[in-house]
C-alpha cells in the first residue's frame, strides 16, 4: 500500500512537472487521455463495480458538454457571471439529473436488457440533437471561448492542461474514495448477487439508480472538461463510436480493477495520438490490440499487472527473467512482421501508388523501417515470414516456460491467488 | 505500480525531441479525415490539395523556400479534428485545408479564430473547399476564413434556373430533404425561390439522415401530389435509393439534386440516374483536356466530385501568393489573407474570387444532366454528366448574411 502511494505521488508530481517542457500538441494529448481516464473510470463504477454494462454511456458525456458550452457562452456575453474553474460543477450537475432519471428506467432491468435500454436512451439524443438547433447547435456545432478567472486567462493549453489535472485527479480520488465507503460495498455486492441484496433488506432498483446517477455525474464532469478544452460541442459526441470508445477503453484496461480502465484510457488514447500520425491504419492496430488482450489477457492490462503486484513475494523472479525477455523479443518479432506487412500493402495498395505504377509503369522500391523494399522481390515477402514463423514458436515456448513456473509456485505455497495467472495466459475462466 | 512510471518516463522522452524550429518556409496543414468511414472525401481533398502545391513548388515554391506540406489525420471527429489543430499549430502552420465534414469545419473554424484572437503575431488561415454549412459564413464567420465550396441556396438557384429554362421543372415542386441544417437550408431555398420561378411547392418532406432503407412510402406520397420534379439535396443513400424507390414505381419525375456526381451514385442507380439534374462547381467535361489529362498522370484519375472545388480554393488560393513577396524574410499571414480576397482566378469556366463580406467564394455553377454520349463516362457505365449551362457566379449567389459580423485587422 505504501508503494503504490508512493508510485502514485511520483506520477502525480510527472504529470505536473513534464508537460511545460512538451509541445501543445503533446499537451493537448494529455488533456485528452485525462478527460478518457475520467470517463472510463467513472464508467466503470457502473461496468466493474456494480455490474451492468452500459452502451449508452456518451449520452452523460454529451450533457455535461453541451451543459458547460451553453453556460460558457452566457459567461462570455455578461449574462452569468460564473468562474471558468468551476464549470465542471454545471456539467456534473446536469448529469447527475439526466443519469439519475435515465437511471431510473433503465435499471428496472439487468443484463442484456439494461445494456440495450442505455443504448437506445443514447440513440435518442443522438437523433434529437440534429433536429434542435437552438439547443445543440446544428451541423456546425456550438462555440464558445474560456473566460479569465482567478487571474488565468486560460488562453493556453498548458493553463487549461492544468485545470484539466487537477479536475480529473480530484473525481478519481472521489470515485476511489467512493470504492471504500459502505455504499461502495453494497454496489459491488450488486454486482454479485442482487437478490442477497434484496433479502438483506435493501432496495435494490434504488441503490442501482443511485450508482448510475453518480457514475452519469462523472462522466458529465469529463465532458465538461472536453467542452471546456475543445471550447464546442458537436453532437457527434452522442454517437455510438464514443459510447463504443469507453467500454473498449474500460475492457483493455480491465474493469475487475480500479485502476484498470485508468490505464487503458491512458494507454489507448495516447496510441492513437503517436500512431495516428504515422499511419491510416493505426484502428486496425487498436482493434488488434483489443482483440489480444480479450483472448489472452481477460482481466486486462491493469489485470495482467495486478496479477503481478500480488504475487511479487512468491514469484521466482530470477528464473522469470529470461522466459520474460525472451517472450518481449518474440513479442517484438511477431509486431515486427505483423507492421511490415500491414505498412507494405497500405503503401503498395494505395491510390498514389497505383498512379505512380500507372505513369512510369514500374512498382518503384518504398521504404519501410527505414529501408527501401522491392514489391516483386522474393526477400521482401520472405522476410516477415521469417520473422513471425520463429517468432510465435519463441512466444508458444517462452510462455509455457513462464505458465510452468507460475504453477510451480502455485504447488508450493499459497494456491488460492495463483489461480489468476492460469486463467491470464490460457485466457478465459 | 514502477511499470506506469517507466511508461510515462519513455512517453515524456519522446515528446521532448521536439523539431528545432527553422526559417520560413511556408506551411499548410491538411486536417482531413484519413481513417474512418470519411476516408473516401478526405483523402480526394487532400490529393487535389497536393496536386496544386506541387505545382506550385515545381514553379519555384514560395518566398525562396518550397512549400511544405503536412496532413494530419482527424479520424472523422471533432476531438480529433481539435488535437490535430493544435499539432499543426504547434509545428507552425500559416494554412490548414479542410473540406470532408461540416461539423469538422465548425470545430477547425472557430479552433482558428481563437488561435488568431491569442495569438496575434501568428494567425492562421483556413481554407474551407468542402463544409457546407451555411452558418460558417454567418455567425461563425472570420477574417482567416475562407470558403470555397457552395451552400445551399447558391446551388439551388442554378439548378432551378437552368431546370426551368430546360422546362423540366414543371409548376409543382416536391422538396425532399434531409432533417438536420443542411436539409432545412435546402428547403429553405427551394421555398424561397417559388415565385422568382414560378412553380408552387407541393409538398416538403425532412426525413431522418441516412437511417432509412425504404423510400417506398415516401414515393407514394411523391405520386399522390403528382409532382413535375423533386429537388432534393440528399447525398449517400438517402439519394440513391430514395432515386430507386422512384425509378421502382415506374414515376416519370425529373430529380434537381446536389450530390449526384458522388462517385458510385450513377453506377448504383443505373438508368434510373438518366436525365436527372445536377449543380455542381465543375464539370471535367467543360475543362481543358490537357489539364485533366495532367491530373490523372499525376494522380491516376480524373477530378472528380469534390476534387475540382478543392482545385478551385487551393489554385486561388496559389494565385494569391505570386502577389504578395516577403523577400525570404518572415512571412505575413494577413498579407496573404488581404492578397486572396483581391485574387481573381480562372478555374476554366470562368472567373471566381472571394466576396470581402463574408469571404463566401463567388464560384460559376455548371447544371448538368445525366445522359449518355458523354466524353467522360463515370462509373464505368455510359453515363456522364453532360453540360446544360454555366451560370456565372454573380447571378448564383446570394447576399451575404447578417449574422456575419467580419472584423478585419487594422
Known amino acids: 500500500m505504501r508503494y503504490a502511494l508512493i508510485a502514485i505521488l511520483a506520477l502525480l508530481a510527472l504529470l505536473i512537472i513534464a508537460p511545460p517542457l512538451l509541445g501543445t500538441g503533446w499537451q493537448y494529448a494529455l488533456i485528452n487521455a485525462l478527460i478518457a481516464a475520467l470517463f472510463a473510470a467513472a464508467f466503470n463504477l457502473l461496468v466493474g463495480q456494480g455490474g451492468m454494462l452500459s452502451f449508452g454511456h456518451a449520452a452523460y458525456f454529451g450533457v455535461g458538454a453541451f451543459t458547460v458550452i451553453h453556460l460558457m457562452q452566457s459567461v462570455e456575453y455578461g449574462d452569468i457571471p460564473f468562474p471558468t474553474v468551476l464549470l465542471p460543477l454545471a456539467g456534473a450537475a446536469v448529469s447527475l439529473l439526466c443519469g439519475a432519471l435515465a437511471g431510473f428506467f433503465a435499471t428496472m432491468r439487468s443484463g442484456v436488457y439494461f445494456a440495450l435500454v442505455t443504448l437506445a436512451l443514447a440513440e435518442l439524443l443522438h437523433s434529437l440533437a440534429p433536429h434542435w438547433d437552438e439547443m445543440f447547435g446544428g451541423e456546425a456545432g456550438l462555440s464558445s471561448m474560456r473566460m479569465p478567472s482567478l487571474g488565468f486567462t486560460f488562453g493556453s493549453t498548458l493553463e487549461v492542461y492544468y485545470l484539466t489535472l487537477s479536475w480529473v485527479v480530484i473525481c478519481i480520488g472521489l470515485l476511489y474514495a467512493y470504492t471504500r465507503t459502505p455504499f461502495g460495498r453494497l454496489t459491488l455486492a450488486l454486482r454479485d448477487n442482487e437478490q442477497r441484496i434484496r433479502f438483506m433488506g435493501f432496495n435494490a432498483h434504488g441503490t442501482k439508480i443511485v450508482v448510475f446517477a453518480i457514475s452519469a455525474m462523472f462522466s458529465g464532469v469529463a465532458g465538461s472538461l472536453m467542452a471546456i478544452s475543445n471550447e464546442t460541442a458537436n453532437y457527434s459526441v452522442f454517437s455510438t463510436q464514443v459510447s463504443a470508445l469507453v467500454v473498449l477503453h474500460t475492457f483493455v484496461g480491465g474493469s475487475t480493477i480500479f485502476f484498470g480502465p485508468i490505464v487503458g484510457a491512458c494507454v489507448l488514447s495516447l496510441f492513437t495520438f503517436v500512431v495516428s500520425g504515422v499511419t491510416h491504419s493505426w484502428m486496425l492496430y487498436q482493434g488488434i490490440i483489443f482483440v489480444l488482450v480479450m483472448l489472452f489477457a481477460p482481466k486486462g492490462i491493469g489485470g495482467v499487472i495486478q496479477a503481478h503486484i500480488e504475487q511479487r513475494h512468491a514469484l521466482p523472479w530470477k528464473r522469470l527473467a529470461a522466459p520474460y525477455a525472451l517472450a518481449t523479443l518474440a513479442g517484438l518479432m511477431v509486431a515486427c512482421a505483423t507492421v511490415f506487412v500491414v505498412q507494405s500493402l497500405e503503401i503498395v495498395l494505395s491510390r498514389e501508388y497505383a498512379a505512380a505504377v500507372a505513369r512510369t509503369g514500374e512498382y518503384a522500391p518504398y521504404t519501410v523501417f527505414a529501408r527501401e523494399w522491392q514489391v516483386f522481390h522474393p526477400f521482401t515477402w520472405l522476410f516477415p515470414v521469417l520473422l513471425l514463423v520463429p517468432g510465435l514458436y519463441l512466444l508458444r515456448r517462452a510462455f509455457a516456460r513462464i505458465q510452468t513456473l507460475w504453477d510451480k509456485d502455485d504447488d508450493d505455497d499459497n494456491g488460492d491467488i495463483a489461480a489468476a495467472p492460469r486463467e491470464l495466459m490460457e485466457g478465459g475462466h | ?410
Not at chain 2, 479552433?111 to 481554407?127: C, G, L, T
Not at chain 2, 423510400?215 to 406520397?221: E, G, K, L, M
Request: net charge negative.
Open chain 2, 1 to 410: 505500480m514502477p511499470r506506469w512510471i517507466t511508461t510515462a518516463a519513455a512517453i515524456t522522452a519522446l515528446g521532448v525531441i521536439a523539431p528545432a524550429v527553422q526559417a520560413e518556409p511556408l506551411k499548410i496543414a491538411i486536417i482531413e479525415s484519413l481513417s474512418g468511414p470519411q476516408t473516401s472525401t478526405g483523402r480526394l481533398i487532400a490529393t487535389a490539395a497536393e496536386y496544386v502545391i506541387d505545382q506550385t513548388n515545381a514553379n519555384g515554391g514560395f518566398n525562396g523556400e518550397p512549400i511544405q506540406v503536412k496532413e494530419y489525420d482527424n479520424a472523422g471527429d471533432t476531438s480529433g479534428a481539435a488535437t490535430k489543430f493544435r499539432e499543426a499549430a504547434a509545428d507552425g502552420a500559416h494554412v490548414i485545408i479542410q473540406g470532408a465534414s461540416s461539423a469538422i469545419g465548425g470545430q477547425v473554424t472557430e479552433d482558428v479564430r481563437k488561435h488568431n484572437i491569442r495569438n496575434p503575431d501568428n494567425p492562421i488561415i483556413y481554407i474551407n473547399v468542402g463544409a457546407e454549412a451555411m452558418e460558417l459564413r454567418g455567425k461563425k464567420c472570420h477574417f482567416h476564413a475562407f470558403h470555397f465550396t457552395t451552400t445551399a441556396p447558391y446551388r439551388t438557384v442554378p439548378l432551378m434556373q437552368v431546370m426551368s429554362e430546360q422546362g423540366d421543372l414543371g409548376k409543382r415542386v416536391y422538396s425532399i430533404n434531409q432533417n438536420y441544417s443542411w436539409g432545412r437550408d435546402m428547403e429553405a431555398a427551394i421555398v424561397d425561390n417559388a415565385d422568382r420561378f414560378d412553380y408552387q411547392v407541393v409538398d416538403k418532406v425532412l426525413h431522418e439522415v441516412n437511417r432509412i432503407q425504404d423510400f417506398s412510402p415516401f414515393v407514394a406520397r411523391i405520386k399522390s401530389e403528382n409532382p413535375d420534379s423533386v429537388i432534393t439535396g440528399n447525398w449517400s443513400n438517402d439519394l440513391l435509393l430514395l432515386m430507386k424507390a422512384v425509378g421502382d414505381a415506374n414515376l416519370d419525375i425529373t430529380f434537381g439534386t446536389i450530390f449526384m456526381d458522388q462517385p458510385g451514385n450513377v453506377a448504383n442507380a443505373g438508368d434510373v440516374a438518366e436525365g436527372h439534374y445536377v449543380a455542381h462547381s465543375s464539370n471535367i467535361e467543360l475543362l481543358d483536356e490537357a489539364g485533366t489529362e495532367a491530373y490523372k498522370k499525376a494522380t491516376g484519375h480524373y477530378p472528380v466530385f469534390i476534387e475540382p472545388t478543392t482545385l478551385n480554393g487551393v489554385g486561388l488560393f496559389a494565385e494569391a501568393l505570386k502577389k504578395v513577396n516577403f523577400d525570404g524574410g518572415d512571412i505575413d499571414v494577413n498579407e496573404i489573407a488581404l492578397a486572396m480576397e483581391n485574387t481573381t482566378f480562372d478555374n476554366g469556366l470562368g472567373g471566381m474570387h472571394v466576396r470581402k463580406a463574408d469571404h463566401q467564394a463567388v464560384i460559376p455553377i455548371v447544371v448538368s444532366q445525366v445522359a449518355s454520349g458523354v466524353k467522360y463516362p463515370v462509373d464505368g457505365t455510359e453515363l456522364g454528366f453532360k453540360p446544360i449551362k454555366t451560370v456565372a457566379g454573380e447571378d448564383a449567389i446570394y447576399p451575404a448574411q447578417d449574422s456575419c459580423r467580419m472584423r478585419r485587422p487594422k
